[in-house]
């Protein structure tokens, strides 16, 4: 969207002109002119709503430094929210007739994706920690079964793979079991399940694996239901067999609601509303569910954040102090411009309109912390396993393929990765308590 297109004019006599704005522009007042726009539309005040939006527009731009282009992607949720709820309806009307709100965001072919996932150690650092972990938990196994609830489109397995086929007792027979999940948020992939699940078996193939691959239908919306009663179904095959069973999680649990879905009684055209009930949520049936399969490994890797909160301005707040490091690895080493780039922040920027813009069934990105993961887990019987001296030596040897700013650091038995000393992403192995 060109944002300058929203207001042009100064809002009231007086305010200062665009040149005299710039003593606006850190980050610290861009996130409360946002905060103060949030609390305007919130309280329906046109006005004072669209006097913030000139000042945010004049010092925002969407080709600006990283911390405008990351001020203009909220600015532009924050319409999108008052177009969707009908508050502001002027502010609305306005933005829905002058700006382009939609998001380009990109679907990948394989070889585009693959090389999206080695710009940065954001998915990486995931990959290389849990596969050491599920590596050492399988040790001496001759059938593993990988349950991969993954938002990258099975892109760690290859790599894991590899590592599984030069194990000195020889390959095991590998079986992987991905949700059918109909993904309507990005990353995008320009394949089906039957493509990318013939291209696993003849790259396992190739390194004389024999891996059998299965699609499920199922969804993060119900708690992958669905996939749930199929392991439950094949569990007492995996202790007959000597299975090893390994759910690898790599950031899509947090697309489970971490709510209960209750009926309405008496309404028509929303069947369904969000009952904040941390005994009874989903997020916790789902791992109490896990626990009840007895495991070989869990492995959970999300980013460490808390995008929960029911409060817009909460969540406004938590997500503009984290989604600053994405922003800001880009400006580090993609040039202005570059196609890369461009995707890359248009998955952010469809992030944010999320996080801001939506609620509901439709606000999916519902990131928590890494400690409300852990008491999570330890609620649903599990118990946590150190990464070992290796598994932290492969994720540094990855880090140094990449920009300086990134930093590995342990919490407990967990690894965390870093950005300029802020926590990004973490990596947690556990078994049954």
């Given at each position: 969207?060109n944002?300058?297109q929203?207001?042009?004019?100064?809002?009231?006599?007086g305010?200062p002109t665009?040149?005299?704005?710039?003593s606006f522009?850190?980050a610290n007042?861009?996130e409360?002119?946002l905060?103060?726009?949030a609390n305007?539309?919130?309280?329906?005040?046109?006005?004072l709503?669209q006097?913030?939006?000139w000042v945010?527009?004049?010092i925002?731009?969407?080709d600006?430094?990283?911390n405008?282009r990351?001020t203009c992607a909220f600015?532009?949720a924050?319409i999108v929210r008052a177009?969707k709820s009908?508050?502001?309806?002027?502010l609305a009307a306005?933005?829905n007739?002058?700006?382009?709100?939609?998001?380009?965001?990109h679907t990948?072919s394989?070889?585009?994706?693959?090389?999206f996932v080695?710009?940065?150690p954001?998915?990486?650092f995931g990959f290389t920690?849990?596969?050491?972990a599920?590596l050492?938990?399988v040790?001496?196994?001759?059938?593993?079964?990988?349950?991969?609830?993954?938002?990258?489109?099975?892109?760690q397995?290859?790599?894991?793979i590899d590592?599984?086929?030069?194990r000195?007792?020889?390959?095991p027979m590998v079986?992987l079991?991905?949700p059918?999940?109909?993904k309507?948020f990005?990353?995008?992939?320009?394949?089906?399940?039957e493509?990318?699940?013939?291209?696993l078996?003849n790259?396992?193939?190739?390194?004389?694996v024999m891996?059998e691959?299965r699609?499920?239908?199922s969804t993060?919306?119900d708690g992958?239901?669905?996939?749930?009663?199929?392991?439950r179904l094949?569990?007492l095959?995996?202790a007959?067999?000597g299975?090893?069973l390994?759910?690898?999680?790599?950031m899509?649990?947090?697309?489970?609601?971490?709510?209960?879905?209750?009926?309405l009684?008496?309404?028509?055209?929303?069947?369904?509303t969000?009952?904040?009930s941390p005994k009874?949520s989903?997020?916790?049936m789902?791992?109490?569910?896990l626990?009840g399969l007895?495991?070989t490994i869990?492995?959970l890797?999300d980013?460490?954040?808390d995008?929960?909160?029911?409060?817009?301005?909460c969540?406004l707040r938590?997500a503009?102090?984290?989604?600053?490091?994405p922003?800001d690895?880009?400006?580090?080493?993609?040039?202005?411009?570059s196609k890369?780039?461009?995707?890359?922040e248009?998955?952010?920027c469809?992030?944010?309109?999320?996080?801001?813009?939506?609620?509901?069934?439709?606000?999916?990105e519902?990131?928590?912390t890494k400690?409300r993961?852990?008491?999570?887990m330890?609620?649903a019987?599990f118990?946590?396993?150190?990464?070992?001296?290796e598994?932290?030596s492969?994720v540094?040897?990855m880090?140094d393929?990449?920009?300086a700013?990134?930093g590995?650091k342990?919490?407990e038995?967990?690894v965390?990765?870093t950005?300029?000393?802020h926590?990004?992403?973490f990596?947690?192995?556990?078994?049954p308590?």
């Open positions: 969207m944002t300058n929203i207001h042009q004019a100064r809002p009231w006599p305010f665009s040149k005299g704005l710039a522009g850190d007042c861009m409360q002119l905060v103060h726009c305007a539309m919130e309280s329906n005040d046109a006005t709503a006097q913030i939006l945010l527009n004049n925002a731009p969407p600006g430094d990283s405008q990351l600015l532009r924050l177009s009908g508050t502001c309806k002027l306005m933005a007739a002058r700006c382009n709100l939609s998001i380009d965001t990948f394989v070889i585009e994706f693959a090389n080695d710009l940065t954001w998915h990486r920690a849990a596969n050491a599920i050492e938990a040790e001496g196994y001759s059938i593993i079964h990988i349950v991969d609830l993954s938002s990258t489109h099975c892109m397995i290859p790599t894991l590592a599984i086929a030069n000195l007792e020889g390959p079986k079991t991905v059918g999940v109909s309507d990005p990353p995008m992939l320009d394949l089906t399940y493509e990318l699940g013939s291209k078996v790259f396992a193939r190739s390194r004389n891996l691959f699609v499920v239908p993060h919306a992958f239901a669905s996939l749930i009663d199929q392991l094949q569990h095959v995996y007959e067999t299975e090893a390994v759910i690898n999680c790599h899509m649990l947090h697309y489970i609601p971490e709510e209960t879905l209750s009926p009684p008496n309404a028509n055209s929303i069947p369904y969000f009952e904040p009874r989903l997020r916790t789902f791992l109490k569910a626990r007895n495991p869990v492995v890797v980013e460490d954040a995008l929960t909160p029911n409060n817009l301005v969540r938590s503009f102090n984290y989604l600053w490091i922003y690895t880009m400006e580090a080493f993609l040039p202005k411009g890369q780039r461009q995707w890359y248009a998955d952010i469809w992030k944010i309109e999320n996080v801001i813009a939506q609620e509901g069934l439709q606000r999916v519902r990131v928590e400690s993961w852990v008491q999570r330890r609620n019987e118990r946590g396993v150190s990464f070992g001296e598994a932290v492969e540094k040897t880090l393929e990449h920009a700013g990134w590995l342990k919490e038995e967990d965390v990765l950005w300029k000393g926590n990004v992403v990596a947690a192995a556990w078994v308590a």
